[in-house]
């Protein structure tokens, strides 16, 4: 059993089931949780305006401008 780190409600998560990087929410707070680990599963609150890593790269030039 999971509790949530935030309100303590059990996230009915089985730790077989998820993968590190997957982010999973808490269904009583709404609060995201980024799995750091999966033996032992340790999950990371998510900050705001958090971009899962497949959409976070933005294409950068060489020089280091953005376009």
Known sequence: ????????????VVEEDVEEGEVI?????????EVVTTSPLELKAVEAGYVEEDE????????GDYS
């Open 1 to 12: 059993m999971i509790l949530c780190p935030e309100c303590e409600t059990n996230l009915d």
């Open 25 to 33: 929410s808490c269904p009583e707070c709404g609060t995201d949780f």
């Open 56 to 63: 976070e790269e933005v294409e950068e030039s060489e020089d």
